[in-house]
């Protein structure tokens, strides 16, 4: 009886991830065109809070004299890089791909 329920949970579980990865491919043209805009527009506008978000985190991962230097430099030219980015994906919205920058939003968790 024990491996006709755990047969059943684990059968349940796949029919469940496999309709949430599909997901994801069901969106309309209009949808991934629309969040690709307003990914890139949020990245033009956003950017600037790098600077204070790696001052922060270089600080917390070493001490406050590295961090205010190291994470100024750092945080410039991560917001360099998401600005130039969040302007490729708004001019390219038309064309449905993925964001390019990780993590797509700057209050995103993601690799530091």
């Given at each position: 009886?024990?491996?006709?329920?755990?047969?059943?949970?684990?059968?349940?579980?796949?029919?469940?991830v496999s309709s949430?990865?599909?997901?994801?491919?069901?969106?309309?043209?209009g949808s991934q065109t629309g969040?690709?805009?307003?990914?890139?527009?949020t990245n033009m506008t956003t950017a600037i809070l790098e600077i204070p978000k790696n001052i922060i985190n270089t600080t917390n991962d070493?001490?406050?004299a590295y961090g205010f230097v190291g994470g100024l430099a750092?945080?410039?030219?991560?917001?360099?890089?998401?600005?130039?980015?969040g302007l490729t994906d708004f001019v390219?919205?038309?064309?449905?791909?993925?964001?390019?920058v990780q993590p797509i939003y700057i209050w995103s968790v993601g690799p530091r």
């Open positions: 009886m024990n491996k006709r329920v755990l047969s059943l949970l684990l059968a349940s579980l796949l029919m469940a949430i990865s599909f997901a994801d491919e069901q969106q309309s043209y969040n690709k805009a307003l990914n890139g527009f070493s001490n406050v750092k945080g410039i030219l991560n917001t360099v890089g998401r600005m130039m980015a390219t919205a038309p064309i449905p791909t993925k964001p390019i």
